[in-house]
């Protein structure tokens, strides 16, 4: 059985129509990853969840049963939001326990849950400051304690670490995950940034203008991108896209910026239809292996990060990235070769944008 069911959902804010009919379902313990640019419906589809939007149509179930009538409280969902929403005046044990205090829980049950949650997250020793004297990470593990001493059936994450420096951010994506595993809850983490997603989802669901355009496992999704959309937006640097014609065997791929260049197609295509062929950074390499396409470029920039060297050239007008792990040994303005595998080399239909497989 699944543990949360989303059903043919529609939210409309007026006259618009901010999810279109989002079938998504999640098994009980699983980590999934809602991605999409700014505006895509992911916060939206989130909130619809946790109850604090209405559904224009549809249904949701938790657990099997329906909760689109429901209240927030009777959802056994507990959310995490990006601002923390910690109560000011209050030390961090309050912030934690207040939920379990408003229900009026036994004594003896809230410390010990608080307890629990609060050696759980490392934040024993901070029971009494007040949220002013926590930093960024401290306030974001308070927050994540609140949801944690609840006990919920699912975890709701709305951009939890986007407040925190880039460091702290990859220490906390490790910790979140780790405490998904030990408190085996099921939870739906909203982000814009792929790699987050990539590291810590095991199902992924990417949004665009509120319509769900793929679903899958990371590796799915990189690896075979059922649109230029999804291609583009998984991976990083993203995806380079090259216009392409099929030639007329149909069995190659001229270059249409070079004429001249064409790679072998593993298929037969029709003759003359036009594509983008979808190269990813890190598939095209500066050596050669046996069975490789080779392309003839000329470097225009080469950029390192000690460990990553990332070179933009072009063939002949249009730009391609290349991600090096290591020091490739060309340098601005030399003509040289990329190489990439025959496999590695997606194909798009440039007018309705999907995968030619
Ligand atoms: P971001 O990454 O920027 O937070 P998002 O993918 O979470 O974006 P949502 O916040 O879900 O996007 O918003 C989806 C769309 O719905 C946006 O176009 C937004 O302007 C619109 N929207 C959200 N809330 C309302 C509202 N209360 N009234 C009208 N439109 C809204």
Do not use: W
């Not at 006990?151 to 925190?164: A, G, R």
């Not at 990417?206 to 649109?227: H, I, T």
């Amino acid at each position: 059985m699944f543990q949360i069911e989303i059903d043919h959902l529609n939210k409309h804010y007026g006259g618009f129509h901010a999810l279109k009919d989002i079938n998504i379902a999640i098994k009980q313990g699983a980590f999934v990853a809602l991605v999409g640019p700014s505006g895509c419906g992911k916060s939206t589809l989130l909130r619809t969840l946790a109850g604090l939007e209405k559904t224009s149509s549809g249904d949701l179930r938790i657990a099997g049963e329906s909760v689109v009538s429901k209240p927030p409280r009777e959802r056994d969902v507990a959310m995490v939001f990006q601002s923390y929403a910690l109560y000011p005046h209050m030390d961090v044990e309050h912030n934690m326990n207040y939920s379990m205090r408003l229900k009026r829980r036994p004594r003896q049950e809230i410390a010990e849950r608080t307890r629990a949650a609060a050696e759980t997250l490392g934040l024993g020793t901070l029971l009494d400051r007040l949220p002013k004297a926590l930093s960024g990470g401290q306030r974001q593990r308070v927050a994540m304690g609140r949801a944690i001493v609840r006990n919920p059936k699912v975890f709701l994450f709305d951009e939890p670490l986007s407040n925190l420096d880039a460091a702290l951010r990859v220490h906390m994506r490790s910790e979140i995950r780790k405490l998904h595993e030990r408190l085996q809850a099921t939870s739906v983490y909203v982000t814009h940034d792929q790699v987050e997603a990539m590291t810590m989802a095991d199902h992924i669901v990417v949004m665009r203008a509120g319509v769900v355009e793929q679903q899958g496992s990371p590796l799915d999704l990189y690896d075979r991108p059922a649109n230029r959309f999804v291609a583009g937006f998984i991976g990083s640097p993203a995806m380079n896209f090259i216009p392409v014609t099929v030639g007329p065997d149909g069995n190659r791929l001229m270059l249409e910026q070079d004429q001249a260049q064409s790679l072998a197609l593993d298929r037969t295509l029709a003759p003359g239809r036009r594509l983008l062929a979808g190269l990813r950074p890190e598939h095209l390499a500066f050596t050669r292996e046996t069975g490789d396409l080779a392309i003839k470029v000329v470097v225009d920039a080469v950029e390192s990060t000690g460990s990553m060297t990332f070179v933009t050239a072009s063939i002949a007008s249009q730009p391609v990235v290349a991600a090096h792990s290591g020091r490739p040994g060309v340098s601005k303005g030399r003509k040289t070769e990329l190489f990439i595998a025959p496999g590695n080399v997606h194909l798009f239909d440039p007018e309705t944008e999907l995968a030619v497989v």
